[in-house]
């Protein structure tokens, strides 16, 4: 397996959960990493990115609840998510993309999605 999701589940309104991502294989340092989500009959979407030296960039609905951050020693790349909303349900999966290259270029593994639920 290239890429390991886990931590997904089934929270209230205003609750918090933390996404995990590891990856196996070389060069984890050079990718950039992303978590996209998916809404039933919706397109995926990126979320969070973070390039290898520890850039990151986020969707606007996002920005100020989610942070993303990644651990080159342990091939781990982590999703924060705070103050969730019923919005933010969706599967969310783990991506790494192609060496020295953002992931709108192209993406290298994806992981098992991992579903995100969030009640009112």
């Known amino acids: 397996v290239q890429l390991q999701a886990s931590g997904g589940g089934s929270v209230q309104t205003g609750g918090s959960l933390r996404l995990t991502c590891a990856a196996s294989g070389r060069f984890f340092s050079l990718d950039d990493m992303g978590w996209y989500h998916q809404a039933p009959g919706k397109e995926r979407e990126l979320v969070a990115s973070i390039t290898g030296g520890g850039n990151t960039r986020y969707i606007d609905s996002v920005k100020g609840r989610f942070t993303i951050a990644r651990d080159n020693a342990k091939n781990t790349v982590v999703l924060q998510m705070n103050s969730l909303k019923p919005e933010d349900t969706a599967v969310y999966y783990c991506?790494?993309?192609?060496?020295?290259?953002?992931?709108?270029?192209?993406?290298?593994?994806w992981g098992k999605g991992t579903q995100v639920t969030v009640s009112s």
């Open positions: 991506a790494r993309g192609m060496a020295l290259r953002p992931l709108r270029y192209g993406i290298k593994h």
